[in-house]
């Protein structure tokens, strides 16, 4: 059997009417133990109030009931450690901001079953991996695509998951990336005041605002819907404009699945080598050169980076915040751009 912490605590004045509220309400900070977690261990009858077993989430509880929980210590992940080699930009026994690489899948999936920043965390951690949602994995807060490099932060600890998970779902981590696209958004660009769900804010920032959902009929992408779907936000602003080109600085105020590369695409700014919603653009040899063509026609990905990375440290309170240079790709196709 595996080894049980025993977590025991007295439901304080005025509960939630539900069992599992009042629960994640009035269970000690230091268990970190998230809403869901506790709904699995309810479900488990890991959970006892005033001594008995009690598995109805929805069942009520008075003051003053004493409850325990009884915790399994953290199993094994069922994923296999890597020694993929990993560029470390922070770590601490909380968390650990990594500077992916292009290429690289975050987790583990029917395409991508190994080889994952997920396989080389478990290695690269080690026994520092105290469990999130009861196994020894790393918790994944964020994820970006395979073929997008840059930063992105991933708990070791349920305490940090939490943490973290709840600052990305209010939108109060920073996000900035760099991306290469088509085109160079214009305030002045009569088509773009056209262009359903997109503004400009004040400093000519272009705003793009739509639902998110599938693909009706392409289940692998996303596409722009006013009707149904996810809430999205994305800002951009042009950094460095060139004829038909621009670099762009992109903020997230949500996180959808492919977001920045959706919604670009929507504006009728699709990013140089995006080989899904990139369509069959392609740069003027007589405009940018024979090299920007070249590059640009072989770039073999999405020209996007997740430069940088803000968030408060779940555990220290202390604000932190992250930079990534330019990876050699898109700085190689920025320097023909430029001439």
Same mark, same amino acid.
């Given at each position: 059997m595996? !080894? &049980?912490?025993?977590?025991r605590f007295t439901i304080a004045e005025d509960p939630p009417a539900r069992l599992d509220k009042a629960l994640a309400r009035d269970v000690p900070e230091e268990a970190a133990l998230s809403r869901s977690r506790i709904a699995k261990l309810l479900a488990e009858g890991a959970v006892t109030v005033e001594g008995a077993v009690a598995t109805d989430a929805k069942a009520a509880v008075a003051a003053g $009931?004493?409850?325990?929980?009884?915790? %399994?210590?953290?199993a094994e992940s069922h994923m296999e450690p890597e020694a993929i080699p990993l560029e470390v930009v922070w770590e601490d026994d909380d968390l650990i901001v990594i500077d992916k690489p292009? @290429?690289?899948?975050? *987790? %583990? $999936?029917p395409g991508s079953p190994d080889g994952t920043l997920v396989n080389a &965390?478990? *290695?690269?951690? /080690?026994d520092s991996l105290s469990g999130v949602g009861g196994a020894k994995r790393p918790g994944i807060v964020h994820r970006i695509d395979k073929d997008t490099? @840059? &930063?992105l932060v991933v708990a070791k600890t349920d305490r940090a998951h939490q943490g973290l998970a709840i600052q990305f779902e209010k939108h109060s981590a920073e996000r900035h990336y760099f991306a290469l696209c088509h085109g160079v958004p214009d305030p002045n660009d009569p088509r773009l005041r056209g262009v359903k769900g997109a503004s400009f804010e004040t400093g000519s920032v272009l705003k793009i605002q739509t639902l998110l959902g599938r693909h009706r009929t392409d289940r692998q992408r996303q596409a722009v819907s006013f009707e149904q779907g996810r809430h999205a936000v994305t800002r951009a602003k042009v950094i460095e404009a060139f004829a038909g080109a621009a670099l762009v600085e992109c903020r997230l105020e949500t996180g959808r699945t492919h977001q920045i590369r959706v *919604?670009?695409? *929507?504006? @009728?700014?699709? &990013?140089? /080598? !995006? %080989?899904v919603y990139g369509g069959r653009r392609k740069l003027s040899e007589k405009t940018h050169g024979a090299r920007a063509v070249t590059l640009a026609a072989n770039f073999g990905r999405q020209a996007l980076h997740a430069a940088s990375l803000g968030f408060t440290h779940p555990a220290t309170g202390e604000k932190l915040r992250f930079d990534s240079p330019m990876p050699p790709d898109m700085a190689e196709l920025l320097s023909a751009l430029r001439g």
């Amino acid at each position: 059997m595996a !080894d &049980l912490s025993i977590i025991r605590f007295t439901i304080a004045e005025d509960p939630p009417a539900r069992l599992d509220k009042a629960l994640a309400r009035d269970v000690p900070e230091e268990a970190a133990l998230s809403r869901s977690r506790i709904a699995k261990l309810l479900a488990e009858g890991a959970v006892t109030v005033e001594g008995a077993v009690a598995t109805d989430a929805k069942a009520a509880v008075a003051a003053g $009931a004493v409850v325990e929980i009884a915790v %399994p210590q953290a199993a094994e992940s069922h994923m296999e450690p890597e020694a993929i080699p990993l560029e470390v930009v922070w770590e601490d026994d909380d968390l650990i901001v990594i500077d992916k690489p292009a @290429g690289m899948v975050v *987790h %583990p $999936a029917p395409g991508s079953p190994d080889g994952t920043l997920v396989n080389a &965390l478990i *290695h690269h951690c /080690g026994d520092s991996l105290s469990g999130v949602g009861g196994a020894k994995r790393p918790g994944i807060v964020h994820r970006i695509d395979k073929d997008t490099s @840059g &930063l992105l932060v991933v708990a070791k600890t349920d305490r940090a998951h939490q943490g973290l998970a709840i600052q990305f779902e209010k939108h109060s981590a920073e996000r900035h990336y760099f991306a290469l696209c088509h085109g160079v958004p214009d305030p002045n660009d009569p088509r773009l005041r056209g262009v359903k769900g997109a503004s400009f804010e004040t400093g000519s920032v272009l705003k793009i605002q739509t639902l998110l959902g599938r693909h009706r009929t392409d289940r692998q992408r996303q596409a722009v819907s006013f009707e149904q779907g996810r809430h999205a936000v994305t800002r951009a602003k042009v950094i460095e404009a060139f004829a038909g080109a621009a670099l762009v600085e992109c903020r997230l105020e949500t996180g959808r699945t492919h977001q920045i590369r959706v *919604h670009m695409a *929507h504006a @009728g700014h699709a &990013l140089i /080598g !995006d %080989p899904v919603y990139g369509g069959r653009r392609k740069l003027s040899e007589k405009t940018h050169g024979a090299r920007a063509v070249t590059l640009a026609a072989n770039f073999g990905r999405q020209a996007l980076h997740a430069a940088s990375l803000g968030f408060t440290h779940p555990a220290t309170g202390e604000k932190l915040r992250f930079d990534s240079p330019m990876p050699p790709d898109m700085a190689e196709l920025l320097s023909a751009l430029r001439g």
